[in-house]
Nanobody, 126 residues
Framework: QEQLVESGGGLVQTGGSLRLSCAAS????????MGWFRQGPGKEREFVAAISRRGGTAYGDSVKGRFTFSRDNTKNTVYLQMNSLKPEDTAVYYC????????????????????WGQGTQVTVDS
């Protein structure tokens, strides 16, 4: 198990940018595939992005081309760079981790993940 802590959320205007961070307490982040999910008001949890142990990425259709997922295993931290933000991006963003079946695995469903952070609020002003 990893203890995950998200940070970097806040209030931005439409078109602005934020960078979210998710830090793991241990030094074993390289063993995990990582994911970002979000849940907006009155909506179900939505897949945002995933990154494999080798750094390959996958993105949800609604954020593709605007968000970038990266990882720094030496810092036990992953990052979600969010550009061109829209009001529809307003949500609580959650970081998640799982030891995958393979080094190229990119889980895109919440049920695949074992460990979750507490979430960080992102609000985009219309």
């Amino acid at each position: 198990q990893e203890q995950l802590v998200e940070s970097g959320g806040g209030l931005v205007q439409t078109g602005g940018s934020l960078r979210l961070s998710c830090a793991a307490s241990g030094r074993t982040l390289s063993r995990y595939a990582m994911g970002w999910f979000r849940q907006g008001p009155g909506k179900e949890r939505e897949f945002v992005a995933a990154i494999s142990r080798r750094g390959g990425t996958a993105y949800g259709d609604s954020v593709k081309g605007r968000f970038t997922f990266s990882r720094d295993n030496t810092k036990n931290t992953v990052y979600l760079q969010m550009n061109s933000l829209k009001p529809e991006d307003t949500a609580v963003y959650y970081c998640a981790a799982v030891i995958p079946s393979g080094v190229f695995s990119l889980p895109t469903t919440a049920s695949a993940y074992d460990d979750w952070g507490q979430g960080t609020q992102v609000t985009v002003d219309s």
